[in-house]
């Protein structure tokens, strides 16, 4: 089995940052792609970044340039730094680990971006 835990979120002001943080527990399996996935109240779950085992990344266009994410395979622990904060990035924000086996999801963190 594969725990994800996600942490990090909270409220902040637009223009401001936040970095949110996903920690992987697997016995068995080796982690392989870590992604970050958001959702919005109303709003179906959409992709945000994701970044695979030799560290190469994709973005969705939304968040170019405002994120990063990055991780530490020897924790298998992922990271979103998220700059530039905008109200449209309020949602419950998820973290999703791939293994040979399956997916596996956090319970997510909320990020809160006032208007």
């Known amino acids: 089995q594969v725990q994800v835990v996600e942490s990090g979120g909270g409220l902040v002001q637009a223009g401001g940052s936040l970095r949110l943080s996903c920690a992987a527990t697997s016995t068995i399996f080796t982690i392989l792609d870590m992604s970050w996935y958001r959702q919005a109240p109303g709003k179906q779950r959409e992709f945000v970044a994701t970044?695979?085992?030799?560290?190469?990344?994709n973005y969705a266009d939304s968040v170019k340039g405002r994120f990063a994410i990055s991780r530490d395979n020897a924790k298998n622990t992922v990271f979103l730094q998220m700059n530039s904060l905008k109200p449209e990035d309020t949602a419950v924000y998820f973290c999703?680990?791939?293994?040979?086996?399956?997916?596996?999801w956090g319970r997510g963190t909320q990020v809160t971006v006032p208007s």
């Open positions: 970044i695979s085992r030799s560290g190469n990344t």
């Open positions: 999703k680990t791939r293994t040979v086996q399956s997916d596996y």
